[in-house]
């Protein structure tokens, strides 16, 4: 039982006020274990009841409303969450814009939110409405008109907008559409002379009449069902190639089901057809059937490249299939650039070239970034001859050669090449990441020659770059941690001068002024002697040693976290007077491969143990109070988060944990929905002893201890989210709240209902989610709302 010398936290009494009760089962589990002399280990599996979906168990449904009923005592009795929430709400006030892309139709697309809205919409403009906004670039009304409304989807915000994907002429859109946050998507298609908008001036009722969940009655009639993880290729105005799964979903809503996802397959789609008459263009591989189809078009439409991947590691086989010269079916000719999952190939261009294959048709040149041989990437170019092409009965049974690359860009060792694009003809643009900060380069893609550093003045991160290769122009947008954005459009207009570059737009936020603020990279030493980096953010006027601090950490899957900007997160710095700390732990994938993998697999507990090291480097040099530090993160964060909270002591300094949508359960994640795919990073308890004995000393679920007494503890799930399915966090949550019983600081579960693993949620449960969760932690933590109100307000 927990220790109970400790002080209770303030409002919090476990002994008058004991935790929803939760059954338990005499359900246990072998598995095979290297350590063992038996040779196998039995692990207790008493909450194994909560595996199944509140849509089917009223048990389970029972214990979350319980659950939801104990949190949000405790949350409503922290007196000041309507005025945090007035704060969040006036920061969050303020247009967000995507950058303007320009289509086949001579129109710039653009995503617009006024601050508010439930979901961002999209907007379409002239170009002589794009250049008239760039004479007040601190304007917040979007140029153009609204086009699809997103936000008559649904009446509270809970459908959004998934992928879009226009035809090259500009004529038609495929997007898709989620409900309810879940990874299952439907896709539509609209002609883009027909936009889903009602009047400005309609009222509320007038609106209510026109929501559709699937885009209105002027879309077509395509309806394409049990789509996930997939791209939208569209070919020419004709057709779409997707991929989809078999139903799994047993009649119940989906998002709420737990089966593993698996035996994905390509189709194509005819416009004017329905579904059942899908071409189905290749099928599953019946070898490996947690393999995915990514289908995507050449610029010109001419290429089919299929990326088919297996987990989430940067690696995928790679097929090309020309579309010039024969029928979308499931006998088409193939060529097989990489055979087997060992890099990956992301496609950039291609050129057709003066040379002929020998059936007498022109080599094409395609340019691809890859991490063949480079770690931290290069950009490469192989010579496709279409007389190379072969039918085969199914693309995984291709052997051989793979294709020959040639060097263009070679690999950098002391930055991360995280993106390229062909824009302006033959300029090859690559943004650079050096120390976790980007930088903008042109280069030639004729020669592979370094031509000039664009935007030479950014600090911070690059979010999005929109251009084509036919076009003159690119639009850039850039954001930090006190910037919430700026997009530039640099043109390109004469080869022999500097390009252009004009401030298109520029986003405020009144609450929240860059210059009032600390922002700095720090690096500490880990566990091992690695030295780790770590952004610290802060209001100039407070003094850190003795501010709250919110730590962020992700550490997974190769996927790096970068200055960005969060209105949540500095809304709570701003008003508590806190630090905002990002560290920047192993596992994650700001320094390329080397830094993922030495923090994945039998490495991941340097992604633990860097955490606790920021902790402790935080509050031991003056940025931020021991005992006051709060850590967060999510998905992969969250299993972080769960597992530092484990393992902290007293000299760690922290005081409170926010795991959400963690994947905590780490001897069977890969048994459920897409779990299979990440055995890549955390490796597979089903498969030898050796893999068992280690999660087993990691998984945050088995190593809950009875003996210490947990920071503030907040868990949070959704009960739609397909990703990682809520069972991780309901077991989670039932046998902390068991061995812990007396714990003298809150541990609280949260459920989020109609949502999911947190893409698509809309702005009014977002702002919910903050003011939660953000709650628990002020009450426990004792933490004050400053005196001073936002400048906002």
Not at 158 to 176: D, E, P, Q, R, V
Not at 334 to 345: D, S, T
Not at 620 to 636: A, D, F, P, R, T
Not at 745 to 755: E, G, H, K, Q
Request: net charge negative.
């Amino acid at each position: 039982m927990a220790a109970t010398t400790t002080p209770l936290a303030p409002g919090w009494d476990p002994k008058r006020n004991p935790f929803p009760h939760a059954r338990r089962s005499d359900d246990k589990e072998s598995f095979k274990s290297a350590k063992d002399p038996s040779g196998k280990v039995e692990v207790a599996d008493p909450y194994k009841w909560l595996e199944t979906p509140p849509s089917q168990s009223k048990e389970t449904k029972d214990w979350i409303q319980a659950q939801a009923d104990y949190a949000q005592q405790y949350i409503k009795g922290y007196p000041e969450r309507a005025a945090f929430k007035k704060r969040i709400e006036a920061n969050l006030s303020f247009p967000r814009f995507s950058c303007p892309s320009l289509k086949g139709d001579g129109a710039y697309y653009f995503s617009y939110n006024a601050g508010l809205d439930p979901q961002s919409t999209i907007y379409r403009a002239t170009r002589s409405e794009i250049e008239a906004a760039e004479s007040s670039p601190n304007g917040t009304k979007p140029p153009g008109n609204l086009w699809f409304d997103t936000n008559l989807l649904s009446k509270d915000g809970t459908i959004a907008l998934g992928g879009m994907n226009f035809s090259k002429s500009g004529k038609h859109l495929a997007y898709s559409l989620s409900k309810n946050g879940s990874d299952w998507q439907t896709i539509y298609v609209r002609k883009t002379t027909d936009p889903f908008v009602v009047p400005s001036e309609a009222s509320a009722e007038a609106r209510e009449e026109h929501i559709d969940a699937e885009g209105g009655p002027n879309r077509l009639p395509e309806k394409l069902e049990f789509v996930k993880f997939s791209s939208i290729g569209f070919h020419e105005d004709k057709g779409i190639f997707y991929q989809r799964f078999p139903d799994t979903t047993h009649g119940g809503s989906k998002g709420t089901e737990t089966d593993a996802t698996k035996d994905a397959e390509l189709y194509y789609h005819r416009l004017g057809t329905t579904q059942d008459e899908d071409i189905l263009v290749i099928g599953k591989d019946k070898d490996c059937r947690e393999v995915m189809w990514g289908g995507f078009l050449s610029e010109d439409r001419r290429w089919l490249q299929v990326n088919a991947s297996k987990d989430t590691q940067p690696t995928a086989r790679t097929y090309l299939a020309c579309l010039d010269d024969q029928s979308v079916s499931a006998e088409m000719k193939w060529i097989a650039l990489a055979h087997e999952f060992e890099y990956q190939l992301g496609y950039l261009g291609n050129d057709v070239l003066e040379e002929k294959d020998e059936d007498g048709k022109p080599v094409e040149r395609f340019y691809y970034l890859t991490n063949k041989d480079a770690s931290n990437y290069r950009v490469v170019y192989t010579d496709v001859r279409r007389s190379s092409a072969r039918s085969i009965g199914h693309v995984s049974e291709f052997k051989g050669e793979d294709a020959k690359l040639v060097e263009l860009v070679p690999e950098q060792d002391d930055a991360l090449l995280n993106s390229a694009e062909i824009v302006a003809g033959n300029k090859l643009l690559l943004t650079y990441s050096r120390n976790v900060q980007d930088e903008l380069w042109e280069y030639d893609l004729k020669t592979g020659k370094q031509v000039r550093r664009l935007m030479s003045g950014l600090v911070g991160t690059i979010s999005q770059v929109a251009g084509r290769r036919e076009d003159r122009e690119i639009f850039v947008s850039s954001i930090s941690f006190t910037n919430p954005g700026v997009i530039h459009r640099i043109v390109f207009d004469n080869e022999k001068e500097e390009p252009k570059e004009i401030v298109h737009r520029t986003t405020k936020v009144a609450g929240i002024k860059p210059e009032d603020y600390i922002s700095k990279q720090v690096w500490f030493d880990s566990t091992d002697g690695v030295r780790v980096p770590m952004f610290v953010t802060y209001p100039k006027e407070i003094d850190p040693s003795q501010a709250p601090v919110l730590l962020y950490a992700y550490g997974g899957f190769n996927i790096p976290i970068p200055p960005s900007f969060s209105p949540g997160m500095m809304t709570w710095a701003t008003e508590y007077g806190g630090v905002y700390a990002v560290v920047n732990a192993r596992g994650g994938g700001e320094f390329g491969e080397k830094w993922w993998k030495a923090g994945s697999g039998y490495n991941k507990q340097h992604t633990f143990d860097d955490v606790l090291n920021a902790a402790k480097y935080l509050h031991e040099n003056g940025l931020g109070k021991k005992g006051k530090i709060v850590v967060n993160g999510g998905s992969n964060g969250g299993l972080t988060v769960a597992a530092v909270g484990n393992q902290c002591g007293e000299e760690h300094g922290i005081g409170g944990l926010i795991a959400e949508v963690g994947v905590l359960d780490l001897l069977r994640f890969q048994r459920h929905t897409i779990g299979s795919a990440w055995v890549g990073d955390y490796l597979n308890a089903d498969a030898s002893g050796e893999e068992f004995d280690h999660l087993y000393s990691i998984s945050p679920l088995e190593n809950i201890s009875s003996s210490k007494t947990y920071p503030t503890t907040l868990l949070m799930s959704a009960d739609h989210d397909d990703r990682v399915v809520p069972l991780h966090t309901f077991k989670f949550a039932a046998k902390m709240q068991y061995e812990c019983k007396e714990n003298a600081n809150p541990l609280l579960l949260r459920v989020d209902i109609n949502a999911g693993h947190g893409a698509g949620k809309s702005t009014a449960k977002k702002i919910e989610e903050l003011c939660d969760k953000w709650s628990v932690i002020a009450r426990a933590l004792d933490l004050k709302l400053r005196d001073a109100p936002s400048a906002s307000l």
